[in-house]
């Protein structure tokens, strides 16, 4: 699970866990994934690793091995603000990890999922409902919708899904 230290990601990593999976959480601090696979017990692990850095996502998919299930969670709070007073910089940010991370994570993890797994990407309900301050929110949430559909196709028959 790339995220699942925090918010939505570690409810899913709670939920698979009760389920009986084994699972490994990834985010960029090492010390909060130290205190969540400590939370999560015996059948979590997990590494650190800059989710905007493709090498390093390759090495740590390399480094994992084979396995059932990608789900990225990953993401910061989401970007909001009028378009005029928004740093192109931070939407510039919001894609290298919300986008491009995760695009880097289903690249370097299709090859190494076994038979019958999967991908689960996150999107966001502000992707489909507009409001003042959200364009940039909407921009790096938006892209899954049309990416996933796409990835299905591709990558089938593992199943791609964006939630």
Same mark, same amino acid.
């Given at each position: 699970?790339?995220?699942?230290?925090?918010?939505?990601?570690? /409810?899913?990593? =709670?939920?698979?866990? @009760?389920?009986?999976? @084994?699972?490994?959480?990834?985010?960029?601090? $090492? $010390?909060?994934?130290? $205190?969540? &696979?400590?939370?999560?017990?015996?059948?979590? $692990?997990?590494?650190?690793?800059? %989710? *905007?850095?493709? /090498?390093?996502?390759?090495?740590?998919?390399?480094?994992?091995?084979?396995?059932?299930?990608?789900?990225? *969670?990953?993401?910061?709070?989401? #970007? %909001?603000? @009028?378009?005029?007073?928004?740093? #192109?910089?931070? &939407?510039?940010?919001?894609?290298?990890?919300?986008?491009?991370?995760?695009?880097? /994570?289903? =690249?370097?993890?299709?090859? #190494?999922? +076994?038979?019958?797994?999967?991908?689960?990407?996150? *999107?966001?309900?502000?992707? #489909?409902?507009?409001? =003042?301050? *959200?364009?940039?929110?909407?921009?790096? &949430?938006?892209?899954?919708?049309?990416?996933? +559909?796409?990835?299905?196709? @591709?990558?089938?028959?593992?199943?791609?899904?964006?939630?």
């Amino acid at each position: 699970m790339v995220g699942g230290t925090a918010g939505i990601g570690l /409810a899913v990593a =709670k939920a698979a866990l @009760e389920q009986g999976a @084994e699972l490994i959480v990834i985010s960029s601090n $090492q $010390q909060r994934v130290d $205190q969540t &696979v400590a939370q999560l017990g015996a059948n979590a $692990q997990g590494h650190a690793a800059n %989710l *905007t850095d493709e /090498a390093q996502i390759q090495a740590l998919f390399d480094q994992i091995g084979h396995f059932d299930h990608l789900v990225f *969670t990953a993401g910061e709070a989401l #970007l %909001l603000g @009028e378009v005029a007073v928004t740093s #192109l910089e931070a &939407v510039r940010r919001a894609f290298e990890l919300r986008y491009f991370g995760a695009l880097a /994570a289903v =690249k370097y993890a299709t090859s #190494l999922i +076994r038979p019958g797994g999967s991908i689960v990407l996150t *999107t966001g309900i502000v992707s #489909l409902r507009p409001g =003042k301050g *959200t364009s940039m929110a909407r921009a790096s &949430v938006a892209p899954w919708t049309v990416l996933t +559909r796409a990835l299905a196709v @591709e990558l089938a028959p593992i199943r791609v899904n964006a939630v």
